[in-house]
């Protein structure tokens, strides 16, 4: 991957002002892309930029702020994104974050749900056209494999009847996997890829250090390592490692609706592979999006 060039190449990574979302930028304007980066801090999101400026002078690298647990700020940033830029090679879904108590999103929704799983779901259909029109494009999508030994609760997506927060959030891991099987079906043949991964056991600030949603952040989450027993804990550099080579790679071009662990695919749990759920939760997911 070392010597795979991106130049000409453009990249939007959410979640990309600290830990692996940041190391993936990073990695991809290494590589010569221009590197769109999503944070909810405008703040965080200049220091950012502005580091990879002094680290690469010649580095392509711009910034747009969002809250992507707001349906509103998530289509704003797709019609900023789209004003701004012609085309889209790659997208990065990173953005997530892990709640002790139960919260809801402006818009209503459970808030792991709505920012973990329905920020990639709605980022990723408003953003369509432009990556199919820059085929061929990849969409990655970070999991993690806490999603193992769960399922879906249809009756109860948003837990309302008994909030955990490792539930919850292992659950909207499942959910970020089957949302890539389905979409992988439904770009076969467009020239666009899907493909999800576990980043590895990562030590990281999980959502520290900003404002509003971000102070919510700040008190609650919690580094997802912490359901992963056994495994020591790499650095956001490691972690962002297959993030990178599914951005990147020439080995993965055309590889679409994969699982992957340390660069290579691997099988992810039973529940994941279940067509009728992964098709329900689109379903669900379109319904509480209002997409269409």
Not at 210 to 233: I, K
Not at 237 to 255: H, I, N, R
Request: net charge positive.
């Amino acid at each position: 991957m070392e010597s795979q060039t991106m130049t000409g190449k453009v990249c939007l990574v959410t979640g990309a002002t600290s830990g692996i979302g940041k190391e993936t930028a990073r990695g991809l304007v290494g590589l010569g892309a221009t590197v769109i980066v999503v944070g909810r801090s405008r703040r965080r999101c200049e220091q950012v930029t502005a580091a990879f400026r002094r680290e690469n002078p010649a580095a392509q690298v711009s910034f747009l702020v969002a809250d992507l647990s707001s349906q509103a700020e998530i289509r704003r940033l797709a019609d900023e994104f789209t004003r701004q830029y012609d085309r889209l090679d790659v997208l990065v879904n990173n953005a997530g974050a892990k709640f002790r108590a139960r919260h809801e999103s402006i818009d209503g929704i459970e808030l792991t749900f709505a920012l973990n799983h329905l920020g990639y779901f709605l980022l990723t259909l408003r953003l369509l056209d432009v990556l199919k029109a820059s085929g061929p494009a990849r969409i990655v999508n970070v999991a993690s494999h806490a999603h193992h030994g769960v399922t879906l609760d249809f009756d109860d997506l948003q837990m309302r009847q008994r909030y955990d927060g490792s539930l919850a959030y292992r659950r909207s891991k499942l959910a970020n996997i089957m949302f890539t099987y389905e979409l992988a079906r439904q770009l076969d043949g467009t020239g666009v890829t899907a493909n999800a991964l576990h980043p590895g056991v990562v030590a990281t600030n999980f959502g520290a250090k900003d404002e509003g949603l971000q102070s919510l952040l700040r008190r609650a989450a919690r580094p997802a390592v912490r359901l992963l027993l056994g495994r020591q804990a790499i650095t956001p550099p490691e972690g962002a490692q297959t993030s990178l080579y599914l951005a990147t790679s020439p080995e993965v071009a055309g590889v679409s609706g994969q699982y992957f662990d340390n660069k290579a695919p691997v099988r992810s749990s039973d529940a994941s592979y279940d067509v009728a759920a992964q098709q329900r939760l689109w379903e669900i997911s379109a319904a509480l999006t209002g997409f269409e």
